[in-house]
């Protein structure tokens, strides 16, 4: 996944330390410069424009990206937002004595009986006592809809954390959580199997999607007043993994190759719709905050709402990512200065999907670092995902090639892409808020990695940056990719409105 928390190996730790020390290296990716389409590199929409931006608007498309059906959803109407009190079905208290039956000292249990109670209700409400959990939370697509809330004065009162990240092996993980999954429900249990699958099949580790601590696949599921964690290199801090996302003086077409892959997910809602969040903080630093679509095949995403109000989440690279469509309302969006470069988004979001990642009466915050403070952060930039090449741009190698085909596959110097990868275009707004001094204030978009790499894309726009850059690339939309012909007026993809700059 995304270029991302990469260590150097213990053999490469001597260069690590060295190339961090060096204020010579430069960045793995850019900041985005204006394109024909925009003439800023901060386009802004228009009042009109703006208007398609409200939490009622955006929430109310579902279903297959470009062909998505009308389904109004208001969850400011729901008593999960109206802070309304419930009467719980199950209460987690790490402290209390369990009966399996409606008190449990863990998360996971009370999800697995919940689970298999699914006949009596719609909904169960799990009340989560004050306490810190350490252990995974996987909760599967079910006819019960699942509320975990907390009872704290504040969200920190009610920790669930693990410190997973995606180099872990699957053997290691199946040794360390397995016991915890050995008697939950058979649904929970199967995506835990799933997990080892993809390590057996994979390169061996867990992976990205393997990392997070939270894993929810439950349509209507919602969390009040709680925190979920990865305390992966909470510790520690992260700056160690500089060299990862960086470079670090490597001038090679592909300079993360060979490297290990650290992303450690706190929250991962996958192929889940109508997810609410009300008051939870999100901690992590790559990758805290996973949310993904439903797969249908290759060129079809089955498109799933989630929203966050009035919340806080905190990371440092690709920290909001994922191609779901998500509205953020009201919340803190805090970066961390850990390293010297930082991604708030990176939105994988489909060419065909009408809605992305919108932002709107929220706060980009940062910690006060040293690095926070040279104003060169990124609010996003756009994941190019799956990529093995890139027709963009001028890699430089003789007889290089990334054209059109049927697999996305890179044997040096010949490479193919397919019209799946390509439509990863990623889309983010961000409207009436207020953004820090963190974020560089010329050119707050950035590109996907670094010119003359292959996995490099330029930052686009709008949907017509997305077409120009194709017939560029010698990929025609209409006749390679069956459109039926370019939006007018162009489409946004990534855009502000009203936002105001911290002095």
């Not at 560029?472 to 946004?492: E, F, K, N, S």
Request: glycine share 8%; with cysteine; aromatic share 10%.
């Amino acid at each position: 996944m995304l270029a991302a928390l990469l260590a150097v190996g213990a053999a490469h730790g001597a260069e690590k330390a060295d190339a961090i020390a060096s204020p010579a290296i430069k960045d793995s990716s850019t900041a985005a410069a204006p394109s024909p389409s925009t003439g800023s590199a901060r386009p802004q929409l228009s009042a009109a424009q703006a208007a398609q931006f409200t939490v009622h608007e955006v929430l109310k498309y579902v279903g297959v990206a470009g062909r998505e059906r009308i389904d109004p959803w208001d969850p400011l109407v729901d008593p999960l937002a109206t802070n309304a009190p419930f009467t719980p079905h199950y209460i987690v208290d790490a402290k209390a004595r369990a009966d399996g039956v409606s008190t449990f000292n863990t998360v996971q249990a009370a999800v697995s009986r919940a689970l298999l109670d699914a006949d009596q209700r719609r909904r169960a409400y799990i009340l989560v006592k004050p306490g810190m959990y350490r252990e995974l939370v996987y909760v599967p697509a079910a006819p019960v809809a699942i509320t975990l809330y907390g009872d704290g004065k504040q969200p920190g009162d009610t920790v669930i954390t693990a410190k997973l990240d995606a180099a872990v092996a699957g053997d290691a993980y199946a040794a360390q959580y397995g016991p915890q999954f050995a008697h939950a429900h058979a649904d929970v249990q199967a995506m835990h199997a799933l997990i080892k699958q993809r390590a057996a099949s994979g390169k061996g580790n867990i992976g990205t999607g393997g990392s997070q601590t939270m894993w929810v696949q439950n349509h209507g599921f919602q969390a009040r007043n709680l925190t979920i964690a990865n305390g992966y290199n909470k510790d520690v801090g992260n700056a160690r993994e500089e060299c990862g996302e960086r470079p670090c003086g490597r001038t090679n077409v592909n300079p993360q190759q060979n490297v290990v892959h650290h992303q450690a997910v706190a929250l991962q809602v996958e192929g889940a719709d109508k997810v609410q969040f009300e008051q939870v903080r999100l901690i992590g630093f790559q990758d805290t905050l996973y949310l993904k679509n439903r797969d249908v095949h290759q060129r079809q995403r089955d498109t799933v709402r989630s929203f966050f109000h009035r919340s806080y989440i905190e990371g440092d690279v690709d920290f909001i990512f994922g191609d779901s469509t998500a509205y953020f309302l009201k919340s803190e969006i805090r970066t961390l200065g850990d390293r010297s470069t930082a991604y708030v988004g990176a939105p994988n979001t489909s060419y065909l999907s009408k809605y992305g990642f919108v932002f709107n009466q929220s706060v980009f915050t940062h910690d006060g670092s040293r690095n926070a403070l040279a104003g060169r952060f990124f609010l996003a930039r756009q994941w190019f995902h799956n990529q093995k090449c890139t027709p963009y741009g001028k890699v430089p190698l003789d007889g290089y090639r990334c054209v059109l085909g049927e697999t996305s596959a890179y044997s040096a110097p010949h490479g193919t892409i397919t019209p799946n990868v390509l439509e990863t275009v990623g889309k983010m707004v961000v409207l009436n808020s207020r953004i820090g001094r963190h974020i560089d204030r010329t050119s707050p978009w950035s590109d996907w990695n670094r010119n003359g790499t292959l996995p490099y894309r330029p930052a686009q726009f709008n949907s017509d940056d997305y077409w120009t850059n194709l017939k560029a690339a010698g990929i025609d939309p209409v006749r390679d990719l069956g459109y039926a012909r370019a939006p007018q007026p162009a489409l946004p993809f990534l855009a502000e409105y009203n936002n105001t700059d911290e002095p």
